[in-house]
T-cell receptor
Framework: EAGVAQSPRYKIIEKRQSVAFWCNPI?????LYWYQQILGQGPKLLIQFQNNGVVDDSQLPKDRFSAERLKGVDSTLKIQPAKLEDSAVYLC?????????????FGSGTQLSVL | GDSVTQMEGPVTLSEEAFLTINCTYTATGYPSLFWYVQYPGEGLQLLLK?????DKGSNKGFEATYRKETTSFHLEKGSVQVSDSAVYFCALVRENQKVTFGTGTKLQVIP
């Protein structure tokens, strides 16, 4: 089966610019996640969707980050304006079901460098 | 809140050496515990999991046992290969599928 698709693979922008990342989960997966992975740290959850509804966005910096999943399939994460500390890899993941025993499928990530 | 602590890397081993990567957690209740692996240039993928105390997860020669009394989930492999070089993440998973990751341990296996 096709995996989780993310684009772009790399992005370099200057601070205060805006940027958007795209994710297409595995077909049929209702749950979609965006994680931020700063170099040397584990992934940190930014937002979790169940279909097109938000389940958890408690760690999303809402003054600059936004995410949507309008049709319950693919998703877009936006940063506006970007700060230097936003430099990280942004990972998208999906899961067929919720529950503690179900694994997440991750995309390869988008590496963002803010200069 | 939930937290996961992993041993710092990088860990450098010769091929066929024994591997242990320590993982301890802090959490209430009965979460599930996972190990994810990230090979160079790829996304994270599940290596193994255990969903209750005393369960042993295993895959590709790797093993980890869910020890509630020591709040640990150490990853072990009897004989590592160069192809095992990657970053390994211990993770705690709740029923609502909220995942708390450790900081990752980089393993480098040299021939």
């Amino acid at each position: 089966e096709a995996g989780v698709a993310q684009s772009p693979r790399y992005k370099i922008i200057e601070k205060r610019q805006s940027v958007a990342f795209w994710c297409n989960p595995i077909s049929g997966h209702a749950t979609l996640y965006w994680y931020q992975q700063i170099l040397g740290q584990g992934p940190k959850l930014l937002i979790q969707f169940q279909n097109n509804g938000v389940v958890d966005d408690s760690q999303l910096p809402k003054d600059r980050f936004s995410a949507e999943r309008l049709k319950g399939v693919d998703s877009t994460l936006k940063i506006q304006p970007a700060k230097l500390e936003d430099s990280a890899v942004y990972l998208c993941a999906s899961s067929a079901r919720t529950g503690a025993s179900y694994k997440l499928f991750f995309g390869s990530g988008t590496q963002l460098s803010v200069l | 809140g939930d937290s996961v602590t992993q041993m710092e890397g990088p860990v450098t081993l010769s091929e066929e050496a024994f591997l242990t990567i320590n993982c301890t957690y802090t959490a209430t209740g009965y979460p599930s515990l996972f190990w994810y692996v990230q090979y160079p240039g790829e996304g994270l993928q599940l290596l193994l999991k255990a969903t209750k105390a005393d369960d042993k997860g295993s895959n590709k020669g790797f093993e980890a046992t869910y020890r509630k009394e020591t709040t640990s989930f150490h990853l072990e492999k009897g004989s590592v290969q160069v192809s095992d070089s990657a970053v390994y993440f211990c993770a705690l998973v709740r029923e609502n599928q909220k995942v708390t990751f450790g900081t990752g341990t980089k393993l480098q296996v040299i021939p």
